[in-house]
């Protein structure tokens, strides 16, 4: 089973949809969770961090559900530019270090 | 502020020889990442620096890669000799102690052996 399993899409929306994109990971003692932005060919951005209780930025909404080890990310009123690859990163448990494990992306096209 | 920077952009070696790449974290990032996206893959944790110290180093596929952080401020890591299956994009990332988790990320070198 991999670390991070994310749905690949493609997701083909039209501009003003609402999307939502789920993510699951398996290491239950994972202690920070993560959405990073790709654009195609770029290097990934920190989009949101995702906390237990939720959290909204804007037009983008990340919830975190422990029990069932999985992530979402949901963006109202898709535009263009929210097209790219959205990657669901965890946090591992180990002491000291800080690195991220990916999920291979969802890719989303805003479509006018 | 300058972000994360790395070079080469682009490298084409052949198979046997070694290269070389180099990144320059935000200043002020005390620790330092590199990953790596091999072709049709998950982006992968490769190791992590706090400062000139290696903390985690257990991505690291075999000993023909070296990094290094002298000083605590660049890192460079080393492929030799490399092999095909070394072809991809090698990213560096950096974050601020306090913020470890959200990670800078250089627009990434790719590599390709041939």
């Known amino acids: 089973r991999k670390e991070v399993e994310q749905d690949p899409g493609p997701f083909n929306v039209p501009e003003g949809a609402t999307v939502a994109f789920n993510c699951t990971y398996s290491?239950?003692?994972?202690?920070?969770f993560f959405w990073y932005r790709q654009d195609c060919r770029k290097e990934p951005k920190l989009l949101m961090s995702?906390?237990?209780s939720g959290n909204e930025d804007g037009r983008f909404t990340a919830q975190l559900n422990r029990a069932s080890q999985y992530i979402s990310l949901l963006i109202r009123d898709s535009k263009l530019s929210d097209s790219a690859t959205y990657l669901c990163?965890?946090?591992?448990?180990?002491?000291?270090?800080?690195?991220?494990?990916f999920g291979k992306g969802t890719k989303l096209s805003v479509i006018p | 502020e300058a972000g994360v920077t790395q070079f080469p952009s682009h490298s084409v070696i052949e198979k046997g020889q070694t290269v070389t790449l180099r990144c320059d974290p935000i200043?002020?990032?005390?620790?330092l990442y590199w990953y790596r996206r091999v072709m049709g893959k998950e982006i992968k944790f490769l190791l992590h620096?706090?400062?000139?110290?290696?903390?985690?180093e257990s991505g690291m596929p075999n000993n023909r890669f070296l990094a290094e952080r002298t000083g605590g401020t660049y890192s460079t890591l080393k492929v030799q000799p490399a092999e095909l299956e070394d072809s991809g994009v090698y990213f560096c990332?950096?974050?601020?102690?306090?913020?470890?988790?959200?990670?800078?990320f250089g627009p990434g070198t790719r590599l390709t052996v041939l």
């Open positions: 990332a950096s974050s601020q102690v306090l913020r470890a988790g959200e990670q800078f």
């Open positions: 290491n239950s003692a994972s202690q920070s």
């Open positions: 995702v906390y237990s």
């Open positions: 990163v965890v946090n591992p448990p180990g002491a000291g270090s800080y690195q991220l494990t």
């Open positions: 200043s002020g990032h005390d620790n």
């Open positions: 620096f706090v400062k000139e110290s290696k903390q985690d």
